[in-house]
């Protein structure tokens, strides 16, 4: 019965290559690993990534909108 299984996803499935994108732990953009760095290996059990484009990811993070803080009252 376990051979009816499959080990591995084909290379050229949708869900492989959705499986291929990450998001940059900095900037929060969506890539795919090829154009991302990890932070860590397999051996890891959470990896982060980060933009190989380390300028354009530097603008998006800088550029990102603040968030206000709550204010104290009505």
Known sequence: MNDLLPTALPPDSALARRAA???CWL??????????????DSACPDIRW???????????????????PPTGGE
């Open 21 to 23: 994108i990450v998001s």
């Open 27 to 40: 900037c929060g953009t969506r890539l795919h690993q090829n154009q991302m760095v990890p932070d860590g």
């Open 50 to 68: 980060y933009c190989q484009d380390t300028r354009a990811c530097s603008e998006r993070w800088t550029s990102a909108p603040r968030q206000q």
